[in-house]
């Protein structure tokens, strides 16, 4: 799913692509895309796009006469720039978005298809997709922990609430947590004011790092290859390969239909945390620790 760092340099790409410029029309290529009836779609046509902005993972299209499109792309949409009149893919189009010259082409490589598009009249109706999170790039510590610790969360759940925490989800949470050397499982209300401190710095610092690095990557173009797994990430996506910080193999948590990625050196002091399918399944064979773990892999070891 784009999180912070990808839906700032996809604003960033449309405020040089789009913004300032009349919204031909909007082609729908899913029933499924469109989930509101009032104003009409039609009622967007022919309006200049004034503005983008973010909320949470939010895009927010802001047009003439006061009124909004909300985009949410979920995990598996994506924003590309195309010529005018692109043809929209039949298997994954969603939506084109047409300019005098250019096209946004909205497209989801999944078949669950759950982005979604309203179009609202009003900032009060805009505010009513706000998750409500704190947009932690623009507040300080004592907010970033009077808000986590409203409940009592593990600190993975609590930096991916939206509720609580604006633009963070399952990737950058996995690499913010990594810097900080916390363990995914650890709970909001057992941090000391020097965690605290490690954890407001290393959110900053991991989300700083990767709008930056995104930018750069960019450059004038336009965003195309948005993704979850980035090249460079310490821990995120990289199930069984060495930890940047210390050579140990990356270990995982399999949970609903994600996959959380840590470091046991680096967050969890050489223990391993139970994957709830594996852990059924193995019982009391499942191993604790990391050397539990390299001795059931040794060589001749009997079933």
Same mark, same amino acid.
């Given at each position: 799913?784009?999180?912070?760092?990808?839906?700032?340099?996809?604003?960033?790409?449309?405020?040089?692509f789009a913004v300032g410029k009349t919204l031909e029309r909007v082609r729908l290529a899913s029933p499924f895309?469109?989930?509101?009836?009032?104003?009409?779609?039609?009622?967007?046509?022919? !309006?200049?796009?004034?503005? $983008?902005?973010?909320?949470?993972?939010?895009?927010?299209?802001? =047009? %003439?006469? #006061? +009124?909004?499109?909300?985009?949410?792309?979920?995990?598996?949409?994506?924003?590309?720039?195309?010529?005018?009149?692109?043809?929209?893919?039949?298997?994954?189009?969603?939506?084109?978005?047409?300019?005098?010259?250019?096209?946004?082409?909205?497209?989801?490589?999944?078949?669950?298809?759950?982005?979604?598009?309203?179009?609202? !009249?009003?900032?009060?109706? $805009?505010?009513?997709?706000?998750?409500?999170?704190?947009?932690? =790039? %623009?507040? #300080? +510590?004592?907010?970033?922990?009077?808000?986590?610790?409203?409940?009592?969360?593990?600190?993975?759940?609590?930096?991916?609430?939206?509720?609580?925490?604006?633009?963070?989800?399952?990737?950058?949470?996995?690499?913010?947590?990594?810097?900080?050397?916390?363990?995914?499982?650890?709970?909001?209300?057992?941090?000391?004011?020097?965690?605290?401190?490690?954890?407001?710095?290393?959110?900053?610092?991991?989300?700083?790092?990767?709008?930056?690095?995104?930018?750069?990557?960019?450059?004038?173009?336009?965003?195309?290859?948005?993704?979850?797994?980035?090249?460079?990430?310490?821990?995120?996506?990289?199930?069984?390969?060495?930890?940047?910080?210390?050579?140990?193999?990356?270990?995982?948590?399999?949970?609903?239909?994600?996959?959380?990625?840590?470091?046991?050196?680096?967050?969890?002091?050489?223990?391993?945390?139970?994957?709830?399918?594996?852990?059924?399944?193995?019982?009391?064979?499942?191993?604790?620790?990391?050397?539990?773990?390299?001795?059931?892999?040794?060589?001749?070891?009997?079933?």
């Amino acid at each position: 799913m784009p999180e912070l760092p990808d839906i700032v340099v996809y604003l960033e790409a449309l405020e040089r692509f789009a913004v300032g410029k009349t919204l031909e029309r909007v082609r729908l290529a899913s029933p499924f895309l469109l989930r509101s009836y009032d104003p009409p779609i039609s009622d967007i046509h022919g !309006r200049r796009l004034t503005g $983008v902005r973010r909320l949470g993972k939010r895009i927010v299209f802001e =047009l %003439e006469d #006061d +009124l909004f499109m909300v985009l949410h792309l979920m995990i598996a949409g994506r924003l590309r720039w195309r010529p005018v009149g692109f043809k929209l893919p039949r298997k994954n189009g969603l939506a084109g978005f047409d300019f005098p010259d250019g096209t946004l082409a909205l497209t989801e490589a999944s078949s669950k298809k759950r982005a979604s598009l309203f179009v609202v !009249r009003g900032a009060d109706a $805009v505010a009513e997709h706000d998750p409500g999170g704190l947009e932690v =790039l %623009e507040n #300080d +510590l004592d907010a970033f922990r009077t808000v986590l610790t409203r409940k009592n969360h593990t600190l993975k759940r609590a930096l991916t609430d939206p509720r609580l925490l604006s633009g963070i989800g399952n990737a950058y949470s996995d690499e913010i947590l990594h810097c900080a050397g916390m363990s995914l499982f650890k709970r909001t209300a057992q941090l000391n004011d020097d965690e605290w401190q490690r954890l407001f710095t290393a959110t900053r610092e991991v989300l700083n790092e990767w709008i930056d690095r995104t930018r750069r990557e960019v450059g004038d173009r336009f965003p195309d290859k948005v993704t979850a797994f980035r090249k460079g990430m310490a821990v995120h996506g990289r199930f069984g390969k060495p930890c940047p910080v210390c050579d140990t193999a990356v270990q995982r948590v399999i949970y609903a239909e994600n996959e959380a990625n840590y470091c046991p050196t680096c967050q969890t002091a050489g223990r391993l945390l139970a994957d709830r399918a594996l852990s059924r399944l193995m019982k009391q064979d499942w191993p604790k620790t990391l050397e539990e773990l390299e001795a059931k892999k040794a060589p001749g070891r009997s079933a």
